[in-house]
């Protein structure tokens, strides 16, 4: 690991002007390209103190051994000269994107004598015409096939085209119409270049010309009755409509645009590009990068951007280019695009209407695009062996974690205090060990308190379970009397598990070790690793919890989640993994598995608290009849103060049910007075306004209402 001080530039060296940077490691390999505006200022950001660096910006630096620059005379120039040098070195730490398939384009070849339109992929060649990408080589030919009765343009290989001219017959399609047959001379090489350029200009979405210059030739042949010309045109008319049809409008005003999204993590970005020719989308493709850099929305942007258009002119750099981010500054990169085009391009951020909706479709698309990413990623065994392995070195394990337990706390400003547990085995997730846990032992907001209570009270069923089996003989017993989420009380005061049903009694399902009669255990398997939502303080209680049962075999780690450092019991400083790591990306996953378990759970506890009322504790008193009761009095508070004789008149309740519930509404404390949270004005109930439990519903303003959930 270098010291960036050791081959920090001397002050003054540095120019305060536009240019780009390298960064080379010890063998003088290009690791990180950046552009500034200022060299100066930028690269005084690398060489202050290691601690203050983000630990992706960190690495870089320790890793590099020399840096190096190049002063250009403006951004825009700086720009060109960072996708260059980006493109010819392929440096480790900057951003690349990578093609998640290999997308056919529909190409014709203006480079040639006799131009060819047909299916290409790969790198793009200069002097050929490209459109696309299309999501299927078929589609492609499905298009051509109905283009070519209009522009019957070449589409053999070049053995076919010369033997051909050899021979002096045409191939089929010469012969049934759908080529020119160039090849024997029946149209010349000026012709034929025409009949390309029209049939350019009609992918290129100059659709209207040519099907009106049609539909103006189909009527002259009618009037001088030649029907047999005027029904293949009307065929040609409506060859064109059908390939017309297979692209819906999508903006009324034939927009020419590229919509570009950006779906990203911690760890990962997907980029989506929808191709909008004509007001119709010509095609669409996507890249899944891994964020190897310290970098925002903006700079993926620009970074999509270069990789876009870095080798595109003209026509292919549309008028429009739709982001969800602008690059900061944005002026150079408008102006690059600008003159990669030769006209004006406009670069912005849809603000409504049918842009800003066909954006919100491009954006579902990214976001997909990385979920099945990750799906693909996490379901690889060698990646997920790979991660395992990389866990257990970076924490110094004897064996690789097969394994995982998570931990996070949940709460809503203090109130509906709740936890919970994931658990992963071999690297994927195993939902119908998941638990989650009501904090009982204290009232208030303590993570730290809280963590200690949960790994204590699932520890101390574990060496409950060990002690049935006699392999413990010291065990404790655990704490009774907890209910789970439904309200079942379970000897363990576990929740119900998250594998799309509900556990009625909290019990572990699908557990591989049984009772004697055949029921399922409740944690009697131990996991290797436990990993906590948090830093040290949070990896210090779970490490005295595990201490104060005597439990020494099991390892505890944290993962901070603000720069994805992992913390380990009694030590200073974390273990920064790097941003490529299978290894943190399995952390990540199970961490942010654990927080969305508890929050779901935590949500779900105070909504049943908000809903709850006085009447849920009448036995015998169901829903119909409890709102029939709100609908009768208009209010619980009214409800409260009728008499027995009034509660009886509400049809379905008797006399002895009327007393039930006068009995319970005098022992329960009447609700707190609504009031607005902006004002402080007490506000009076008004008819219709319960709750669903009959509560007055608070008219305060939601975002004054709402605490803060962790």
Known sequence: MADPSSYRPKPGEIPDSPGVYRFRDEHRRVIYVGKAKSLRQRLANYFQDLAGLHPRTRSMVTTAASVEWTVVSTEVE??????????????RFNVKYRDDKSYPYLAVTMNEEYPRVQ???GHKKKGVRYFGPYAHAWAIRDTVDLLLRVFPV????????KNAARTGRPCLLGYIGKCSAPCVDRVSAEEHRELADEFCDFMTGRTNTYIRRLEKQMAEAAEEMEYERAAR?????????????????????????????VAEDELEAAVQIFHVRGGRVRGQRGWVTDKVEDITTGALVEHALQQLYGEETGDAVPREVLVPALPDPVEPVQEWLTGRRGSGVSLRVPQRGDKKALMETVQRNAQQALVLHKTKRASDLTTRSRALEEIADALDLDSAPLRIECYDISHLQGDDVVASMVVFEDGLARKSEYRRFQIKGFAGQDDVRSMHEVITRRFRRYLAEKEKTGEWADGETTENGETTENGATTENGIGTVDNGGTADTGETIGTTLTEDDGRPRRFAYPPQLVVVDGGAPQVAAAQRALEDLGIDDIAVCGLAKRLEEVWLPGDDDPVVLPRTSEGLYLLQRVRDEAHRFAISYQRTKRSKRFRSSPLDDVPGLGDTRKQALLKHFGSLKRLRSATIDQICEVPGIGRKTAKTIAAALAQAAPAAPAVNTATGEIMEEEPGTMGAGGEPVRTGAPDERRGQET
């Open 154 to 161: 070449r589409t053999c290989s070049a053995g076919v085209f």
């Open 119 to 121: 299916v290409m992929r």
């Open 233 to 261: 045109l009307r065929d040609d008319i409506g060859a064109l409509k059908k390939a017309m049809e297979k692209n819906a409008v999508v903006l009324a005003d034939a927009t020419d645009a590229d919509l570009i999204a």
């Open 78 to 91: 700086a720009l060109q000269l960072e996708y260059s040098w980006i493109k010819e070195y392929d440096p």
